[in-house]
């Protein structure tokens, strides 16, 4: 708990390259060379790429094809999201272990609230030993940042990597900043930079002097949000890290059914919005649980850990094979339900080395679709029957656009 008059102590903790990082775990060979990780086919795109990659202008979300043509000497893997979430999950338990408040910001990323730890053990030293522990043990680079505030921390990692360590005492907050690009401050993006470049704004320094009122009228309240993390100003707090967390929905017929196709139905609608709920919140699930309450009253829960995702197509898929594990075909059911737990932040990162440009594109769409005119705006063909699925808002009168049912 943060006592007034103590300055914070923040950490940022950011694995360098995570999922290069892992490859060149179980192939050395790759070490030293530009290494991209993602979708391999003519549609696919980099999820991650290495420092040596980037020294070519790649970056993470770029078409495949257009960093081959950057660098057509990269060595291209596909990636493995099991092994990625395997490390990142070891990673958690070690920070778990070793610090009393954290948050697990992305599957490679995470936040450290060690506000009065000071007196005891002196929070640079105790980072510093808890980054040698993950190094040791997982044989990952990993950079952290430590300062009164998650946006300072964040940047001071970025301004460590590779693989070091940096502090920003209280007070050098804005000084620290000062120099730097406006693009380094969290939530500041490529079209967001041009609106500051227009604006004659190109450095830290420039923003800092300027008026809050005047970013204010340009931006409205992303101005003056900017204008702080600027000037090195965060009150957001350190939310503690629950595996437990998670997105659920059910639904109770009032009538017992066993029309099998009405229940596949509904599962698919279900993980379809549960998809939807999780981009939402930049959240990607690890675990899928589906649970079917018989007409006798018996409930029966069957729950499978899964890599790190928010995509439809591969909830569905992990929806289906567990209801029909679960469901008995003579019994009539009264209830079905689906949960997505063990979330992180992290959004679409995780899914880009499965994914096409197509697909990306497509969910992007979708949720663009439903974010201004409801749930059922956009839907699969299986799923038009649907209805009254807990938080799926009603539609706006407008006919759907259907989306053939893509098998899994």
Same mark, same amino acid.
């Given at each position: 708990m943060h006592v007034s008059g103590t300055p914070k102590a923040v950490v940022h903790l950011d694995?360098? &390259?995570?999922?290069?990082?892992?490859? @060149?775990?179980?192939?050395?060979?790759?070490?030293?060379?530009? *290494?991209?990780?993602g979708g391999t086919g003519s549609r696919g795109v980099v999820a991650s790429c290495s420092y040596e990659a980037r020294k070519y202008g790649i970056h993470s979300a770029m078409p495949m094809r257009t960093a081959l043509q950057l660098c057509p000497e990269a060595i291209t893997i596909k990636g493995d999201s099991s092994r990625y979430s395997k490390y990142s999950n070891m990673?958690?338990?070690?920070?778990?272990?070793? !610090? +009393?408040?954290?948050?697990?910001?992305?599957?490679?990323?995470?936040?450290?609230?060690? &506000?009065?730890m000071d007196k005891f053990f002196g929070c640079y030293k105790l980072t510093s030993a808890l980054r040698d522990r993950i190094i040791r043990e997982t044989g990952l680079p990993i950079s952290f940042g430590l300062s009164t505030n998650k946006t300072v921390a964040k940047v001071a990692t970025e301004e460590a990597k590779p693989n070091n360590k940096i502090e920003v005492a209280s007070g050098r907050e804005k000084p620290f900043l000062a120099p730097l690009p406006v693009k380094r401050i +969290?939530?500041?993006?490529?079209?967001? &930079?041009?609106?500051?470049? $227009?604006?004659? *704004?190109?450095?830290?320094?420039?923003? $800092?002097?300027? +008026?809050?009122?005047?970013?204010?009228?340009?931006?409205?309240k992303t101005g003056s949000m900017i204008w702080k /993390?600027?000037?090195?100003?965060?009150?957001?707090?350190? *939310?503690?890290?629950?595996?437990?967390?998670? !997105?659920?929905?059910? @639904?109770?017929?009032?009538k017992d059914t066993i029309d099998v196709e009405k229940l596949q139905?509904?599962? !698919?609608?279900?993980?379809?919005?549960?998809?939807? $709920?999780?981009r939402q919140g930049n959240k990607l699930t690890a675990c899928i649980t589906v649970k079917i309450r018989y007409s006798d009253f018996n409930t029966y829960t069957l729950q499978k850990r899964i890599p790190y995702t928010s995509n439809d197509h591969t909830l569905i898929a992990i929806a289906k094979e567990l209801f029909a594990k679960l469901y008995h075909k003579r019994l009539l059911v009264r209830l079905v339900g689906m949960r997505c737990s063990h979330l992180v932040g992290g959004?679409?990162?995780?899914?880009?080395?499965?994914?096409?440009?197509?697909?990306?594109?497509?969910? $992007?769409?979708?949720?663009?679709?439903?974010?201004?005119?409801?749930?059922?705006?956009? /839907?699969?063909?299986? &799923?038009?029957?649907?209805?009254?699925?807990?938080?799926?808002? +009603?539609?706006?009168g407008m006919p759907p656009v259907i989306l053939a049912h893509r098998k899994a």
């Open positions: 694995l360098d &390259t995570f999922f290069v990082s892992v490859e @060149r775990l179980e192939n050395s060979r790759l070490h030293n060379k530009p *290494v991209l990780v990673i958690t338990d070690i920070i778990k272990a070793e !610090v +009393p408040l954290f948050e697990k910001s992305s599957i490679d990323e995470f936040y450290i609230d060690l &506000t009065g +969290p939530m500041v993006g490529e079209k967001t &930079t041009l609106l500051l470049s $227009q604006m004659g *704004v190109k450095r830290i320094h420039t923003l $800092q002097q300027m +008026p809050i009122e005047l970013m204010e009228r340009a931006m409205g /993390k600027a000037n090195g100003i965060d009150h957001s707090p350190v *939310v503690a890290y629950h595996e437990k967390k998670s !997105v659920s929905l059910e @639904r109770t017929f009032e139905t509904l599962i !698919v609608a279900m993980a379809e919005n549960l998809a939807f $709920q999780l959004g679409h990162q995780i899914n880009l080395f499965e994914d096409s440009e197509e697909t990306i594109r497509l969910y $992007q769409a979708m949720d663009t679709i439903r974010n201004r005119f409801g749930m059922h705006a956009v /839907k699969r063909a299986k &799923t038009m029957e649907s209805k009254g699925l807990g938080r799926m808002n +009603p539609f706006n």
